[in-house]
C-alpha cells in the first residue's frame, strides 16, 4: 500500500485550462501539504492543512485552491494556467511528534504539471 | 527573511567518504532535516538534528551547530545508489514544525 498516493503523476494542459490533482494519506497523520518543486529543483511549500483547516498559505496566486475534504486527504485545483505553473507538485503528510516534535514529511511521488 | 545554502554539486567515487555541507540563516529554528532524493522521485527523511552534534545512523551521519547555523550530512563507504540530490530543510520556530524551508540540493554524482 502506498503511503501518500497522489494523481494524476502527468499532467499536459492547455494554457488558460483548468485542472486538479488528488491526493490521498493512509498513514493516519493529522498534517498535509502541497510542495512545488521547479526546473531548478528547489522545492518550497504552498499550503499546509492541519486536521482540515488550512494553516499554512504561503503567498501563492488564488489561482491555486486547495480542499482537504478530511484529514486523509488534500486536493489542488487550479484556475486559468499558466506557463510558469509547469512544475512537479508534492503532496506530503506529516504527523506532530512523530521526530523530536518536529516531525519527518511523507511525500507522494509527485504530480508533473506541463503548460503549453 | 530565510537563507538555506548547499553546494550546487558533488562528484565521488565509490567506497569514498562525502561531506555535504549547509549553512543557513533563518528568524528562528526548530530543527535541521536531510532529504534524500533520486531523480525523478520524491524526497524522503535521511535526519533530522535540534541539538548540537552529531547524530549516526549506518553509513549516514548528520551534524548540527547552532551558533554557527551550520550543518554537514556526512555518507561513508558510497555506493552508486547514493547518486541523487541530498536536500537540507529547517523548521523555524515562528511556524513550529509544519513549514520546512529547503534549500536548493545538493546532486551528488557517485562514479566507479
Known amino acids: 500500500d502506498t503511503a501518500v498516493s497522489q494523481t494524476p503523476k502527468y499532467l499536459v494542459t492547455q494554457m488558460g485550462n483548468d485542472k486538479s490533482i488528488k491526493c490521498e494519506q493512509n498513514l493516519g497523520h493529522d498534517t498535509m501539504y502541497w510542495y512545488k518543486q521547479d526546473s531548478k529543483k528547489f522545492l518550497k511549500i504552498m499550503f499546509s492543512y492541519n486536521n482540515k483547516e488550512l494553516i499554512i498559505n504561503e503567498t501563492v496566486p488564488n489561482r491555486f485552491s486547495p480542499k482537504s475534504p478530511d484529514k486523509a486527504h488534500l486536493n489542488l485545483h487550479i484556475n486559468s494556467l499558466e506557463l510558469g505553473d509547469s512544475a512537479v507538485y508534492f503532496c506530503?503528510?506529516?504527523?506532530?511528534?512523530?521526530?523530536?516534535?518536529?516531525?519527518?514529511?511523507?511525500f507522494g511521488e509527485g504530480s508533473r504539471l506541463t503548460v503549453l | 527573511g530565510q537563507n538555506i545554502d548547499q553546494p550546487t554539486e558533488m562528484t565521488a567515487t565509490e567506497g569514498a567518504i562525502v561531506q555535504i555541507n549547509c549553512t543557513y540563516q533563518?528568524?528562528?529554528?526548530?530543527?535541521l532535516f536531510w532529504y534524500q532524493q533520486h531523480a525523478g522521485e520524491a524526497p524522503t527523511f535521511l535526519s533530522y538534528n535540534v541539538l548540537d552534534g552529531l547524530e549516526e545512523k549506518g553509513r549516514f551521519s548528520s551534524f548540527l551547530s547552532r551558533s554557527k547555523g551550520y550543518s554537514y550530512l556526512l555518507l561513508k563507504e558510497l555506493q552508486m545508489k547514493d547518486s541523487a540530490s541530498y536536500l537540507c530543510a529547517v523548521a523555524p520556530s515562528y511556524t513550529g514544525f509544519q513549514k520546512l524551508v529547503f534549500g536548493t540540493g545538493t546532486r551528488l554524482l557517485v562514479s566507479p
Open positions: 506530503a503528510s506529516s504527523q506532530v511528534g512523530a521526530v523530536g516534535g518536529a516531525g519527518e514529511l511523507f
Open positions: 533563518t528568524s528562528g529554528f526548530n530543527g
